[in-house]
T-cell receptor, first 112, second 115 residues
Framework: GEDVEQSLFLSVREGDSSVINCTYT??????LYWYKQEPGAGLQLLTY?????DMKQDQRLTVLLNKKDKHLSLRIADTQTGDSAIYFC????????????FGKGTKLSVKP | DGGITQSPKYLFRKEGQNVTLSCEQN?????MYWYRQDPGQGLRLIYY???????QKGDIAEGYSVSREKKESFPLTVTSAQKNPTAFYLC??????????????FGQGTRLTVV
């Protein structure tokens, strides 16, 4: 079945770069997404990448996609304490349902 | 301001009671979804609806029910048959799947606790 895997924790120092990794199973996924969740809140879409792209950059965020290995990463440059949150990778479910399949989330802790 | 609103933010339920969580969107989205979030478990799909008066079960629908009488509204009822209902519930909406990019917008969540 479809599955999205992420490591559960990442700790970095303020000012460093953070790299959050994700692997997915459905090679037919057309879009892949990164969401951010702050404590006690809903999910906020950070960015997405279309499957025919290798890289997408948006200010401090860089998404890299390796379709051959089904590997997606999110790099946050100059990580700030405000970036501390849980980051979810997601792909769209196969078929017509339209729902997103989420990884378990990576909790990013930024130390001053 | 367009968005998706969940209420209440916190909800307490006694054993054996049914409770209903509200989800309203003014984004004119066709599709709406309910997810359950438990610590370390990520998000699991409970129910989804792609059009008014139609909905389908997700991965963990047992003990839950929904309705979709209006495009804007997709309430979730947690019934007494749900044995472990304490969790954070998230509602989301998106454009129709056939339009391609199905970026989902989320509400702020409802934290349900059984007392």
């Amino acid at each position: 079945g479809e599955d999205v895997e992420q490591s559960l924790f990442l700790s970095v120092r303020e000012g460093d770069s953070s790299v959050i990794n994700c692997t997915y199973t459905d090679s037919s996924s057309t879009y892949l997404y990164w969401y951010k969740q702050e404590p006690g809140a809903g999910l906020q879409l950070l960015t997405y990448i279309f499957s025919n792209m290798d890289m997408k950059q948006d200010q401090r965020l860089t998404v890299l996609l390796n379709k051959k290995d089904k590997h997606l990463s999110l790099r946050i440059a100059d990580t700030q304490t405000g970036d501390s949150a849980i980051y979810f990778c997601a792909e769209r479910a196969r078929g017509s349902q339209g729902n997103l399949i989420f990884g378990k989330g990576t909790k990013l802790s930024v130390k001053p | 301001d367009g968005g998706i609103t969940q209420s209440p933010k916190y909800l307490f339920r006694k054993e054996g009671q049914n409770v209903t969580l509200s989800c309203e969107q003014n984004l004119n989205h066709d599709a709406m979804y309910w997810y359950r979030q438990d610590p370390g478990q990520g998000l699991r799909l409970i129910y989804y609806s792609q059009i008014v008066n139609d909905f389908q079960k997700g991965d963990i629908a047992e003990g839950y029910s929904v309705s979709r009488e209006k495009k804007e509204s997709f309430p979730l009822t947690v019934t007494s048959a749900q044995k472990n209902p304490t969790a954070f519930y998230l509602c989301a909406s998106s454009r129709a799947v056939v339009l391609g990019l199905t970026e989902a917008f989320f509400g702020q969540g409802t934290r349900l606790t059984v007392v």
